[in-house]
């Protein structure tokens, strides 16, 4: 009996070794992935973003969006950036449409390959880059949890269940949840939109052919707003004419947004759906209503971008790390 007890717990024991190793062995995101291997991989990604956001101030919201349009298809993977000449790449989906930030992406990537070659992923350059886009844009700062690997998979077919600016807000909080992200985050990162802008493209059915009715325009558009988008984005105008997604400070990382939304200056329609259902109205509320705390809008997006950021990442042994970002090894 005293045998058979012994043995047990000698196996107890081991098991319990087996899982620690297991645990310690079994590859995470952390904050500071690189602090060994490539100290110098934040700042020389910082310096890269700051450098092109001085040349061109648009930078910023290049930078956040990607890692947005990254994530959301196959994983915060970096299959976004992938330009190998295939005709069937993720990146010319219509819902990608004006992605920019790309060569940001690669001129980072020319200057780690120089500093550590073959160490830091294409897809965490992505997310560290929306991170100094948020603090460059005067946002609150968040620490990135970075070892991702890149994903060997870019196919344009991927993005179907990608959200779309016409989405009813039920879908659009059901394609956040299939993605693990909560009612909150999907207004906590769509306050992403308080930088940057939008192509004409993107707001005709909203303007002039509303829920598929012509002549119909969103009802949730205050009127004086509704003709000002008019006039900038006229019915046969120029699809590729661009407007501010804030139309009160659109270079500035603030909770803006979110005023904007609750009052009916929303540009984007998806932003406006965020009005029509009661846990998303609630939330945009709890930043910016009368009775709000008002100050944690910036704190909370951060971590919801830490959550974003975790979306389907491929670690450990998985996917590879690029020598060039549009290409696969
Ligand atoms: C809720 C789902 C979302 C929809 C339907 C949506 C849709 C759009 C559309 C149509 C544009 C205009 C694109 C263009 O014309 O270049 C845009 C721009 C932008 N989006 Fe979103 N978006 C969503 C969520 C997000 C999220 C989660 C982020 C980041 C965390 C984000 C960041 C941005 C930024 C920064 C821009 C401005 C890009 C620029 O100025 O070039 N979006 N979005
Ligand atoms: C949208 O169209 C559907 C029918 O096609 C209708 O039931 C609904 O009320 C319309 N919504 C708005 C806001 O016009
Ligand atoms: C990466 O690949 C692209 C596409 O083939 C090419 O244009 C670019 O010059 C390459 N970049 C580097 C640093 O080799």
Not at 230 to 241: E, I, L, S, V, Y
Request: proline fraction near 3%; glycine fraction near 8%.
């Amino acid at each position: 009996m005293s045998s058979v007890l012994k043995f047990s717990n000698a196996s107890i024991l081991a098991l319990t070794l087996f899982y620690l190793l297991l645990g310690v062995s079994e590859a995470k995101l952390k904050v500071g992935f690189y602090s060994q291997t490539c100290p110098n991989a934040e700042l020389i990604v910082t310096s890269v973003v700051k450098e092109s956001t001085a040349t061109d101030s648009k930078t910023p919201a290049w930078l956040l969006r990607l890692h947005f349009h990254d994530c959301f298809v196959e994983g915060c993977d970096g299959s976004i950036l992938i330009n190998n000449g295939d005709l069937d790449i993720e990146r010319i989906a219509m819902a990608h449409q004006g992605l920019r930030g790309f060569e940001e992406i690669n001129k980072a990537k020319s200057k780690l390959e120089t500093e550590c070659p073959g160490v830091v992923s294409c897809a965490d350059i992505v997310a560290l880059a929306a991170r100094d886009a948020v603090v460059l844009s005067k946002g609150h700062n968040y620490q990135v949890e970075t070892g991702r690997r890149d994903g060997l998979v870019s196919r344009n077919s991927l993005v179907d269940d990608f959200p779309d600016v016409n989405d009813p807000i039920q879908l659009l909080k059901s394609k956040f949840r299939n993605k693990g992200l909560s009612d909150k985050e999907l207004v906590l990162l769509s306050g992403a939109h308080t930088i940057g802008s939008t192509a004409c493209i993107f707001m005709i059915n909203r303007l002039y052919k509303f829920n598929g009715t012509d002549q119909q325009s969103d009802p949730a558009i205050n009127p004086i707003f509704l003709s000002q988008l008019k006039t900038h984005c006229p019915r046969d105008g120029d699809g590729n004419a661009r407007i501010p997604l804030d139309k009160v400070s659109d270079k500035v990382f603030d909770d803006q947004i979110l005023s904007n939304i609750k009052d009916g200056f929303a540009t984007l329609a998806s932003d406006a759906r965020l009005n029509d259902d009661g846990i998303t109205k609630q939330v945009i509320e709890s930043y910016v209503g009368s009775s709000a705390s008002k100050s944690s809008f910036g704190l909370d997006f951060g971590d919801a971008m830490v959550k974003m950021g975790r979306i389907g990442v491929k670690t450990g042994s998985m996917g590879e790390i690029r020598k060039n970002c549009s290409l696969f090894n």
